[in-house]
């Protein structure tokens, strides 16, 4: 249960917050608390002694810190230093991960990250004179917006590789759910989480026992374009007129965003704590048809969001920079949701995965290099791309865009998905008539669904904590 009927409502606030962040943010895995009643985790970096003669159920846990990532900005070299050290560490790492008697093959999805894994596996399986073939496994869909098979027909092109395409299906993400709930624990944010089961079980069905995968290297070396308001902030903050302006001019010629825009994003990093804290409550979704604004979390809407709460856990303080952006989604928020999601889905089907990216010697070198190996002007994960220079197909190489994992989820909820999306909120508002604002979020989704507003992955996440209610039997 999420809630508590006793005199100490600590359990059930605290489960509240995870909900509504969930609900709010899309964010999991980021506390030690978790959305079930008297259950908690241990995070990365931590761990637990338990003398089991000396210790009684209810008795205080003694959870210790055994590892923290070094600060950032603590190693001071060239480019062509940093791409040259980057390149080997990430080599030695994939030569460690390719260690195995059962075959081996990784994601491919096109991107700077999973492409980086299978050209250097490819290369290093050529060196050995072996005549193992790295099979890949990629998830394609029709919508040209969503296509990336030309990026990843450009990696195979230029390897060896053995390919191996799925094509989710919009049905099957609504009849998996719940077996892919269980499989998960807790909630899971979009439809790409599917994507990832399908790829898995694809990879399983070609008789793969292993998978390299890229998790890790959008946190440690600021790949999201969200980074971008830091990196800007950072800019003005010091004064580098020049190169905010050449930033600003090559996001515009990228991703076609304006001036404007851009410098708005930067303001919020550049406020003081309280203003920034106001200003980031108005963003999230509380302000949209006060869909949120409920019996059950009305109450926690000016309390910490669940990036802050990630920071305060661990001590860290308020983000400012780059390199405190790449800590926090590193060690404190992010990653440990993805690689959460990555676990599940990989052992649901028995198939291991690994990330070579986040070897600790990768990370602790990633982590500690200056914000000028990160972001360059409308460039993300420069160092990456340095290291990879002539190692990666170049269209990959000079990839700007960036898609994620995604699936097509407006496509898929405005069209074939309607009628099974508008009954999983309805049943979600059923099973827990006081988690939800039932007016303001029929609202939010009629606007999502007839075109007035963006589909975001919010309506899926009312539909999954729905479902996960169902599959574990929660009661409100």
Not at 20 to 49: A, K
Not at 412 to 423: H, K, T
Not at 432 to 455: E, F, I, K
Request: glycine share 8%; charged share 25%.
């Amino acid at each position: 249960e999420w809630c508590d009927d006793g005199p100490d409502h600590r359990w059930e606030r605290a489960r509240h917050r995870r909900v509504r962040d969930f609900l709010s943010d899309g964010t999991s895995d980021h506390s030690s608390e978790t959305m079930f009643e008297g259950v908690q985790q241990i995070r990365g970096g931590e761990c637990l002694s338990l003398n089991l003669a000396a210790w009684s159920p209810g008795e205080p846990l003694q959870i210790r810190r055994w590892y923290d990532i070094l600060k950032s900005g603590t190693i001071d070299i060239d480019e062509a230093s940093a791409g040259e050290q980057f390149r080997e560490l990430l080599t030695d790492s994939v030569r460690l991960h390719l260690r195995s008697d059962v075959p081996v093959g990784s994601c491919l999805s096109g991107g700077l990250d999973s492409s980086s894994i299978v050209c250097l596996m490819d290369q290093l399986l050529s060196a050995g004179g072996g005549s193992a073939r790295v099979n890949t496994v990629s998830a394609c869909y029709d919508e040209k917006a969503l296509d990336e098979r030309p990026y990843m027909e450009a990696v195979l092109a230029q390897t060896n590789c053995q390919p191996n395409f799925v094509y989710p299906r919009v049905s099957d993400a609504f009849d998996l759910a719940e077996k892919i709930t269980w499989q998960q624990d807790e909630p899971y944010g979009s439809t790409s989480i599917f994507a990832q089961w399908c790829v898995f079980e694809a990879a399983r069905k070609a008789g793969v026992k292993v998978m390299l995968d890229g998790q890790g290297a959008d946190e440690q070396l600021a790949g999201y374009h969200s980074g971008f308001g830091y990196y800007l902030a950072d800019l003005i903050r010091t004064r580098r007129v020049v190169d905010l302006l050449q930033t600003l001019r090559q996001r515009g010629e990228y991703h076609g965003l304006s001036f404007v825009g851009q410098v708005k994003s930067a303001l919020l990093p550049l406020l003081p704590s309280k203003l920034a804290g106001l200003v980031r409550h108005q963003r999230t979704a509380y302000a949209h048809h006060d869909w949120l604004n409920s019996p059950m979390l009305k109450p926690l809407a000016h309390e910490l969001n669940a990036f802050d709460t990630a920071l305060t856990e661990l001590g860290l303080g308020r983000v400012r920079d780059i390199g405190g952006l790449c800590v926090a989604l590193t060690q404190g928020s992010n990653l440990a949701m993805l690689l959460h999601w990555e676990d599940r889905n990989s052992m649901a089907h028995g198939v291991e995965a690994r990330v070579p990216f986040l070897d600790h010697r990768l990370v602790e070198f990633s982590i500690a290099l200056g914000r000028q190996h990160k972001i360059v002007h409308g460039d993300t994960k420069r160092v990456l791309r340095r290291a990879m220079a002539n190692i990666l197909p170049p269209a990959i190489a000079n990839r700007r865009d960036k898609l994620g994992f995604a699936t097509p989820e407006e496509a898929w909820f405005r069209g074939p998905a309607r009628i099974l999306v508008q009954e999983g909120v309805e049943d979600t508002l059923s099973r827990y008539p006081d988690l939800l604002n039932p007016v303001g979020t029929r609202a939010l989704m009629a606007d999502m669904l007839n075109g007035r507003r963006t589909v975001d992955f919010t309506l899926w996440r009312v539909i999954n904590i729905g479902i996960w209610g169902k599959v574990f039997g929660v009661t409100a």
